[in-house]
């Protein structure tokens, strides 16, 4: 009786919708996020299937959003299906090349007339161009029948036009850049742009990045680096071993040729700052050095770009960051 009275109304709602603009009833709270950040998604369900409960929610992560993780749901069973991507992203300190690509929350019921969120976190990658729309579909079900808002617009239709459309998120332009720090002389070499990343809270490790050029007649060799946050400082090397990025400290440093300019960079060679007892944040300058056998300690300054930047300022700071480096 008292379920009769609740979806007389709802089934009177969604038949005058579904004439026009169709409201989707599986939405993202979030409706927008940056590239090479975290996204929160958050899927709210807000209503049954005719009366019925909702059993099950399904949501399917785009190619281009990575590394998601379901948030536990007490009375929630959660599971996941993971894949390979169509290619692999550069993911914090490294690379990734397969993960979670379907989430699923079964095992509950969500009555018909309440309103339930399923989180999940994930991080958006430097895949889509600013202002694209991004889809995640969902799948409803409940005991009988359920909903499919699976549906993606065609480039240039309106999403209005659609059911059950798939709930998009639109994707903003990277955040702004930070100036990067001056070049420095040293002998016959010139270092650049040395930066690093910021670290999310509780993180003891760091990368840092930098550009040297050998402009004179005799090799040099980088064997170390400092900065007053980190216990050590070490050079790292990068390599693949099958999908999976492995880094390796080159004991005896790194060797600049004559002539020759070496950069470390994300997802290659790069500084060890170990043992962090405070967490670089994006916008900060660093006072570090750089050890060379040659040319000595050289006085550097260390611009920090945000969490998982690509390149110096590149990137967006977030609160979510997963633990990685
Ligand atoms: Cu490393």
């Known amino acids: 009786m008292t379920r009769m009275s609740r979806a007389a109304p709802c089934a009177a709602l969604c038949l005058a919708l579904s004439t026009g603009a169709a409201l989707a009833h599986a939405t993202l709270a979030v409706g927008e996020a940056r590239p090479n950040a975290s996204y929160r998604g958050v899927v709210q369900i807000s209503h049954g299937c005719d009366g019925q409960p909702t059993n099950r929610v399904s949501v399917t992560i785009p190619e281009g959003i990575v590394g998601a993780k379901p948030m536990a749901k007490p009375g929630w069973q959660i599971d996941t299906e993971k894949g390979p991507y169509a290619r692999a992203y550069p993911y914090y300190h490294g690379s990734i090349a397969e993960g979670v690509k379907t989430i699923t929350w079964t095992g509950n019921a ?15 990658t430097d895949a889509f161009a600013p202002g694209s ?15 499919r808002w699976t549906a993606i617009p065609a480039p240039g239709q309106d999403a209005h036009a659609l059911k059950t459309p798939a709930p998009g998120i639109r994707i903003l332009a990277a955040a702004q850049a930070v100036a990067p720090a001056a070049s420095v002389k040293a002998g016959d070499l010139t270092i650049e742009t040395p930066w690093m990343r910021a ?7 760091a990368g840092g990045y930098v550009r040297i050029t050998n402009t004179g007649a005799t090799a040099d060799r980088l064997t170390g680096a400092s900065i007053p946050l980190a216990g050590s400082g070490s050079i790292h090397s990068m390599t693949m071993d099958g999908p999976v990025m492995k880094m390796a400290a080159l004991p005896r440093g790194l060797v600049v040729e004559p002539g020759q300019t070496v950069e470390l960079k994300p997802g290659g060679l790069h500084l060890m700052f170990e043992g962090l007892k405070g967490a670089p944040k994006a916008g900060e300058s660093i006072s570090g050095t750089l050890v060379f056998e040659r040319a000595g300690v050289v006085p550097v300054t260390f611009a920090v770009a945000p969490i998982g930047a690509l390149k110096p300022g590149g990137g ?10």
């Open 199 to 205: 670290t999310p809270g509780g993180a003891t490790v």
């Open 133 to 147: 729309t991004v889809y995640f579909p969902i799948e409803q079900d409940c005991a009988q029948g359920g909903y």
């Open 316 to 325: 967006t700071p977030s609160a979510a960051e997963g633990h990685q480096h």
């Open 110 to 124: 969500l009555p018909d007339d309440q309103v339930d969120e399923f989180v999940f976190v994930a991080r958006v």
